[in-house]
């Protein structure tokens, strides 16, 4: 990782890009309105945006022109964590916002969506379209009983039919939840029956990797087990009719229906989003309408530099809340690109295919991409024309240095490179994108406006350039109003508030540099803690994953019975590579020069594959859990693994070591 003491940047905005960019515009516009700095750049900024938490917020609904239909009376009328109230006594809409371009006469025909599949053949749906799509649905769902408050469910891919259902179902006043159709039924009910929705979009079926998948007998379980549900729509993927009791998708969008939006209060239900619930049951986090507006306004809009004219692109899948996140690029009037398909065909670069023939501007997607194309030899810039993007975001993980390194050699050396850190739970980013600031190898940009993101110890002392808790000291509108089934928020404080009650503790290691930017190190609750040095597993995956042997790997550290401490990496080869004597040694010898003698593991085991969520994270927790003895079934919940049988290698493992 790039030290503090080495703070050479690989990436530096010139002054034009600088002067152009939303987030110089707004500080300028907000010195002469509401006192903001006009020296010092974005750390006073962000100084100014965390000092002044409720001026701060109040600049931003005024910036991006939110429409309150009811005024506020206080802009945080309570600022406790968890309870913070925002906008105390506003109503507002998401929708509304989402589609406000269409009211312009200049854009209406203008693509809000660019749909692309495996074919890779772009299909836009004008701002015109979707709102009048949006007006139908809303109207059918009315028409339906569906009331603000009532849950309605997707088991969509990433498709204009999910966008223009979520939208709707926002109209409405109603909460939306969304889960990819390549989850099994129990994944999915896991979720779903929490929640308990009275409508259900589905799909017959979706196409990945070159193949169709068939999923009607999942969407009949779906059925089967949902007494809630008061109707089902059938969107015709595949092209199999509607099946009986049904209703038709085309049937409920063909009106030319005025949308009519629900004003609701700031904090009502937008959505509700999932954890991954490797170890039980996912928590249902529910995100407040006027909180994400607020939240993605400012992320998108200022961080991302997002606004008409862009396009937007992140690969994603209904069941992550990224989904949720590139959908909001349409309150900033960008474009948004959906994509629907492997990430990886017909081969590695498809993504950067994709880019160029939507003209994507901001390109997003997982560290785990960017890794895998700098191993497979990609040759994005060469092979493709990628001049219109000025920004290519990950997350996901950490992006280690090799992968800035490759972007800046691979894509364009004039290229912002954000890698970002957030998560489900606020449905947003802690630190990463800020189009003003120098890019250093191996480390996110910034904290976030309005986000006072520290590095605690154990005692809440705050640290620079040591790692520490990613704490957060004051509220975000977009943190859950609640969890669904929580009646007295007790699973909610025990997430993030037992540790330092009234500060937000999400469970990462990081180090703030003294230059101001952030080091990602892992997640906190897998820590690797050897002779009393705590140490994060994404520093380990980035040396050992260098490896041209290596196709990705786990590192697990194990208090023992005894005493002792055990921690063994478990390495997935490359195809043809063997685990010899050669290629241990070169593994230890990579982390011990690259990170510390400490790093280096006690056993190098192979395994037939690294087990993930559905949502692509190396599982680290329950691998422990097996490793500790604890039975499979209590160790991991099954439908949130992409691969349940790769488990059972580590706990057969457990097995033969007691």
């Not at 019975?561 to 010898?589: E, Q, S």
Request: with cysteine; proline share 8%.
């Amino acid at each position: 990782m790039t030290s503090a003491a080495n703070p050479a940047p690989l990436w530096q905005p010139d002054a034009d890009r600088i002067a152009a960019a939303r987030i110089t515009r707004f500080q300028t516009w907000a010195t002469e309105r509401y006192g903001a700095p006009a020296d010092g750049g974005y750390p006073a900024l962000h100084r100014w945006s965390v000092d002044e938490l409720e001026t701060f917020w109040k600049a931003v609904a005024d910036w991006f022109d939110v429409r309150f239909s009811t005024p506020y009376e206080r802009i945080l009328g309570e600022s406790t964590m968890p309870g913070a109230q925002w906008f105390t006594g506003a109503t507002l809409n998401y929708a509304e916002h989402a589609l406000r371009t269409a009211e312009d006469p200049a854009r209406a025909h203008e693509p809000a969506l660019i749909h692309m599949d495996e074919a890779h053949e772009p299909t836009p749906v004008s701002w015109s379209e979707l709102r009048r799509q949006v007006g139908s649905l809303a109207a059918e769902l009315r028409a339906l009983g569906v009331r603000p408050g009532d849950r309605v469910s997707g088991y969509l891919p990433n498709i204009p039919q999910a966008v223009t259902a979520l939208l709707a179902t926002a109209a409405v006043g109603a909460v939306w939840t969304s889960c990819a159709p390549d989850f099994g039924a129990r994944s999915v009910l896991d979720r779903f029956q929490q929640v308990e929705p009275v409508v259900l979009f589905t799909v017959d079926g979706y196409r990945y990797g070159g193949k169709e998948h068939d999923r009607r007998d999942t969407v009949a379980e779906l059925r089967r087990e949902l007494p809630t549900l008061r109707a089902v729509v059938h969107i015709p993927l595949l092209g199999t009719p509607t099946p009986e009791g049904a209703l038709s998708w085309s049937d409920l969008t063909s009106s030319d229906t005025e949308p009519v939006f629900e004003q609701v209060p700031f904090d009502h239900p937008l959505w509700v989003l999932y954890s991954s619930g490797t170890t039980g049951l996912p928590k249902a986090i529910v995100q407040s309408q006027g909180g994400i507006l607020l939240e993605h306004f400012k992320q998108l809009g200022l961080h991302c530099d997002l606004g008409p004219g862009d396009r937007f692109f992140w690969y994603t899948s209904t069941g992550w809340m990224m989904w949720n996140f590139l959908v909001s690029g349409l309150l900033t009037g960008t474009t948004v690109i959906l994509y629907d398909g492997s990430p990886g065909y017909p081969g590695t670069g498809a993504q950067w295919a994709i880019a160029e023939r939507t003209g994507a501007t901001l390109f997003g997607t997982s560290a785990a991409y960017v890794m895998a194309c700098r191993k497979a030899g990609v040759h994005p810039g060469r092979d493709h024309d990628l001049s219109r993007i000025q920004c290519v975001a990950t997350t996901g993980s950490p992006l280690p240095p090799d992968g800035f390194r490759w972007l800046h050699d691979e894509v364009r050396e004039d290229l912002w490179i954000a890698s970002v850190s957030g998560g489900t739970d606020v449905c947003s980013c802690f630190a990463g994108a800020v189009p003003t600031l120098p890019v250093h190898i191996g480390e996110l940009q910034a904290p976030c406006l309005g986000t006072d993101l520290q590095a605690w110890d154990p005692h809440g002392k705050p640290l620079t350039g040591e790692v520490g808790e990613l704490v957060v000291t004051n509220p975000m509108p977009s943190m859950p109003i609640h969890f669904w089934n929580d009646p007295d928020g007790s699973r909610y404080r025990d997430s993030y508030f037992e540790m330092y009650p009234g500060v937000w503790r999400h469970g990462d290691w990081i180090t703030l540099t003294d230059h101001g930017s952030v080091i990602i190190h892992g997640r906190s609750d897998s820590t690797l803690n050897r002779q009393g040095v705590r140490m994060g597993s994404a520093d380990i995956y980035e040396a050992v994953e260098r490896l041209p042997e290596i196709r990705e790997s786990l590192v697990i550290g194990l208090e023992e019975a005894d005493g002792g401490y055990w921690m063994p990496l478990f390495v997935h080869l490359a195809p043809g590579a063997t685990l010899d004597d050669d290629l241990r040694d070169r593994i230890k010898r990579t982390i011990r020069e690259q990170l510390s003698p400490r790093h280096v593991p006690d056993d190098i085991i192979q395994v037939p594959g690294i087990p993930h969520t559905l949502t692509g994270k190396r599982i680290e927790v329950p691998v422990k859990r097996l490793l500790q003895g604890t039975a499979l079934t209590k160790a991991v919940n099954p439908g949130s693994v992409d691969n349940i049988d790769l488990l059972r290698f580590y706990e057969d493992l457990a097995r033969t070591r007691s």
